[in-house]
């Protein structure tokens, strides 16, 4: 099932023009009588004729007052009857705050479960009883990670484009880490409280900007690790521990995020070795990630453009002038309109789906008539979804 998601925010300037009520002194007899006489119509209505003409009302002030990117959101009407049954799951059991009130997030969480919802609640109410342990809630404005320069020196990674359907790169660079140096300038702690910052950044900033930039529903990332060069000297006991935590938390946390995987520059050892780590994984997780020797550059621009792609991948991106592609930061979430827009959502209003929540609304393609389909068919399976920002 496929639907249009309509992003909306308001203009400032149709705020600071919109013109302020006549009371009833300012107005003429023919006003007054107007008035009266649209009043009385307006008594006669019934209550379904009532709410009719409230959602026509609405749309057309929305229409004056918001402008809007329509966004393409692919869904499953299986999945939405199973997201609906398990948020009024989490609902029930007070598992349900505001700020997680999201079709999607809720989604992935199921699809981690494999759609069993008690194992799926059970995942649900570990995850936030960790973000309340962890602070992660407000890890974005609370933690400061004044060490990232020297930490990417000797940990090289970050986030560079985007894949030819609008996702974001992220990209490590795993045989270059000094996992001794890496502890001189940073502490384990204070490294996995910034690999949760980046997380939630991600969440909360880069997959709706991209979202906007490409006019499609990104909750997910492709990434690419770099293993030219990786050995024991990389793989210390401390190191392991790190990796082992650090996946733990994503997978605990932030199921369903990674689209796919590819392991770059991977030589006969670590093929073996991924030969014995794949038969402990989820045949669905295995079939995302993609081990590739030293001739993965085709592969890659298969699915990224050259131009977002590092040189040092095989790419013709330098980053020139931004201390290389690795530090630059370069995406969607960069562009200062997109920036703007998600940036105001998160700080303000959130995106928010119907009138108050960010579980969306589902309202029928169909165009709305005198007859009132709008309210008639909302859930439709053919629908499209309006997701405000509100400003």
């Not at 007899?29 to 649209?38: N, Y």
């Not at 006019?215 to 990796?243: F, W």
């Amino acid at each position: 099932m496929s639907g249009t998601v309509e992003l909306c925010f308001e203009g400032s300037s149709d705020f600071e023009e919109r013109k302020e009520q006549k009371t009833d002194f300012d107005l003429s007899e023919d006003e007054k009588r107007t008035r009266f006489g649209t009043l009385k119509k307006k008594a006669s209505l019934s209550a379904s004729n009532k709410f009719k003409h409230s959602l026509k009302k609405k749309s057309r002030r929305r229409s004056e007052n918001e402008s809007y990117v329509p966004i393409e959101d692919v869904r499953d009407a299986k999945e939405l009857k199973a997201v609906d049954a398990f948020r009024q799951e989490l609902i029930s059991n007070d598992l349900l705050p505001v700020r997680h009130d999201d079709y999607h997030m809720m989604l992935r969480f199921l699809i981690a479960r494999k759609f069993d919802i008690e194992k799926a609640k059970h995942m649900w109410a570990e995850m936030l009883q960790w973000r309340k342990d962890f602070g992660t809630d407000t890890i974005m404005e609370d933690f400061e990670f004044k060490e990232l320069n020297e930490v990417l020196q000797f940990y090289p990674q970050g986030y560079h484009g985007v894949d030819k359907e609008g996702r974001p790169i992220y990209i490590e660079r795993l045989g270059k880490v000094d996992p001794y140096q890496l502890m001189q300038v940073t502490t384990l702690d204070r490294y996995v409280k910034y690999h949760v910052q980046e997380f939630e950044k991600s969440l909360a900033i880069k997959f709706p900007a991209c979202s906007i930039a490409a006019k499609r529903h990104i909750d997910s990332s492709t990434s690419i690790l770099d293993v030219q060069g990786l050995g024991l000297k990389n793989l210390t006991k401390p190191a392991r521990e790190v990796i082992m935590l650090l996946q733990k938390i994503d997978n605990d946390n932030y199921p369903e995020t990674l689209c796919r995987m590819f392991i770059i520059n991977a030589g006969p050892g670590f093929r073996m070795i991924w030969n014995t780590v794949r038969t402990f994984l989820d045949p669905k997780t295995a079939s995302n990630i993609h081990v590739l020797g030293s001739n993965y550059q085709s592969r890659l621009l298969e699915i990224i453009e050259a131009s977002e792609l590092p040189e040092f991948l095989g790419g013709s991106c330098a980053c020139a002038g931004q201390g290389g592609c690795l530090r630059s930061e370069k995406g969607p979430w960069k562009d200062p309109d997109i920036l703007k827009i998600v940036t105001k959502s998160y700080g303000e209003g959130r995106i928010t789906g119907g009138e108050n929540c960010r579980y969306p609304m589902i309202k029928s393609n169909a165009s709305s008539s005198e007859s009132g389909s709008e309210a008639d068919e909302i859930t439709s399976p053919k629908a499209t979804q309006h997701i405000q920002i509100q400003g």
